[in-house]
């Protein structure tokens, strides 16, 4: 049972330009947790989704980030417009239920954005 | 609101010493707590976790107890290994929906 899958892991972009990270839930899990992790710093919570629909983006920004998690296919964290502030590590993790439950939260290997 | 209080690193250590990671969290109610590790250039695997007071999470020879009196969820280990070396995230789960709450990590090295 393959984990959970991220892609790309590392992402160049220059200032202005958009960046797109990918991550693919582990077999049989339907809930995406987004969490960002800045150089030295702890990850901190983005947003939750479930299949089409975002249940909590209380940590995201409000501008420039949305997320997805489409019926089909992978959950996207998308920046629009990225700064050099941008700049960190996008880790993923899925579980196979609500994670208020007992069930553990899987992480993937992260997308590191690298913005010049 | 929530949040996870760790010792800063790094922390340096010879082979077969012994290791203690302090953590402490502020909450409301009775979160589940947990330990995870970073490798270099990896994501985050679940070390160990407890989900109420007095549960004692162990695995690979790393053991914390959940102490609700003094709010603390300390990370030991009789004798590390080299293999050891990583970043140790403390967390605790809350928020409405489940979210994770991490402490800032404690990286450790270990010297043979």
Known sequence: NAGVMQNPRHLVRRRGQEARLRCSPMKGHSHVYWYRQLPEEGLKFMVYLQKENIIDESGMPKERFSAEFPKEGPSILRIQQVVRGDSAAYFCASSPTRAGGQETQYFGPGTRLLVL | ?112
């Open chain 2, 1 to 112: 609101g929530d949040s996870v209080t760790q010792m800063e690193g790094p922390v340096t250590l010879s082979e077969e010493a012994f290791l203690t990671i302090n953590c402490t969290y502020t909450a409301t109610g009775y979160p589940s707590l947990f330990w995870y590790v970073q490798y270099p250039g990896e994501g985050l695997q679940l070390l160990l976790k407890a989900t109420k007071a007095d549960d004692k999470g162990s695995n690979k020879g790393f053991e914390a107890t959940y102490r609700k009196e003094t709010t603390s969820f300390h990370l030991e280990k009789g004798s590390v290994q080299v293999s050891d070396s990583a970043v140790y995230f403390c967390a605790l789960r809350g928020g409405s929906q489940g979210n994770l709450i991490f402490g800032k990590g404690t990286k450790l090295s270990v010297k043979p």
